[in-house]
């Protein structure tokens, strides 16, 4: 009964390096969700995407910042050239299909990044 | 712009009491509605939610109120215990599933 599986749990990265966070949404969950968390902060929405396909990017950086969910293996969130205001913890989360009616996205445990 | 958020940032209560974590949207069309609990190191955890053609939803020791007339929605926990100290994070539905969320509420329950 696995959950949204994220990883790496923490990623350390020098300024200018690239980041590649990884996320497997639940067993039969096609929809997936980034979201960034600063600290002492709420979640702030950054992309949505199915398979192969971008929804919404409408919160994600137009600059250094990508995703992707291909057709086999997990969704990526890219952050190139990485820079210290990138530092924040990264959440992924999943969906069912959405048939018309909203329902609640479940949530991996984050990856935590911290550029130096 | 529109934006969910809370009233207090933090709450603290003795166990045993019943809590009230309050929050107030703003975006009328909002039809869709979850309270979060995040734990430290922790991805948000779900704990229950409200469609806009209800007033209340029970669920165990967790209950939510939306008063649409005043954009308002509560969680309210009956004896609340120490694990339930955590971080509260109320969220609206923006289209495609996508949920706004807003700043939290910290509760700190004494034993």
């Known amino acids: 009964n696995a959950g949204v599986m994220q990883n790496p749990r923490h990623l350390v990265r020098r300024r200018g390096q690239e980041a590649r966070l990884r996320c497997s949404p639940m067993?039969?969950?096609?929809?997936v969700y980034w979201y960034r968390q600063l600290p002492e902060e709420g979640l702030k929405f950054m992309v949505y995407l199915q398979k192969e396909n971008i929804i919404d990017e409408s919160g994600m950086p137009k600059e250094r910042f990508s995703a992707e969910f291909p057709k086999e293996g997990p969704s990526i969130l890219r952050i190139q050239q990485v820079v210290r205001g990138d530092s924040a913890a990264y959440f992924c989360?999943?969906?069912?299909?959405?048939?018309?009616?909203?329902?609640?996205?479940?949530f991996g445990n984050g990856t935590r990044l911290t550029v130096t | 712009g529109e934006s969910v958020g809370l009233h207090l940032p933090t709450l603290s209560v003795q166990e045993g009491d019943n809590s009230i974590i309050n929050c107030a949207y703003s975006n009328s069309a909002s039809d869709y509605f979850i309270w979060y609990k995040q734990e430290s190191g922790k991805g948000p955890q779900f704990i229950i939610d409200?469609?806009?053609?209800?007033d209340k939803r029970q669920g165990q020791r967790v209950t939510v109120l939306l008063n649409k007339t005043v954009k308002h929605l509560s969680l309210q926990i009956a004896a609340t215990q120490p694990g339930d100290s955590a971080v509260y994070f109320c969220?609206?539905?923006?289209?495609?599933?996508?949920?706004?969320f807003g700043k939290g509420t910290m509760l700190l329950v004494s034993p």
């Open positions: 989360a999943s969906s069912p299909p959405v048939l018309g009616v909203a329902s609640p996205l479940h």
């Open positions: 969220a609206e539905n923006s289209g495609y599933s996508t949920l706004t």
């Open positions: 067993k039969g969950h096609s929809h």
């Open positions: 409200i469609r806009s053609n209800m």
